[in-house]
């Protein structure tokens, strides 16, 4: 199991990251797309990369919005799997 992080350790990874919130336990970013269908592909994208991560975020589709919620339960706040598969999520989003 990924150790939790620190407070400290949090901010510094939120530093590295674009437009990703604290929230409680979890980080959270909403991504806007042009149409549904592209929401849709970009949903696609994440879920093979986390599946292959054995990393799942919370996924919330509202039409052309998705937002992402990632928080390692297990350890019952964010770990590193947290940052790394938010970086990867932030490169779904490129292709």
């Known amino acids: 199991m990924a150790p939790k992080l620190s407070d400290a350790e949090i901010g510094q990874n939120l530093k590295e990251l674009t437009g990703w919130q604290l929230t409680g336990n979890a980080i959270k970013k909403q ?33 052309r919005k998705v937002t992402m919620v990632l928080s390692t339960h297990s350890a019952g706040g964010l770990t590193q799997k947290d940052f790394a598969l938010a970086r990867q999520i932030d490169g779904t989003v490129q292709g």
């Not at 949903?43 to 039409?63: F, G, K, M, S, W």
């Open 31 to 63: 991504y806007a797309f042009d149409s549904f269908m592209s929401a849709i592909r970009f949903v696609n994208r994440t879920a093979e990369r986390a599946e292959a991560a054995d990393h799942h975020p919370d996924i919330t589709i509202n039409y």
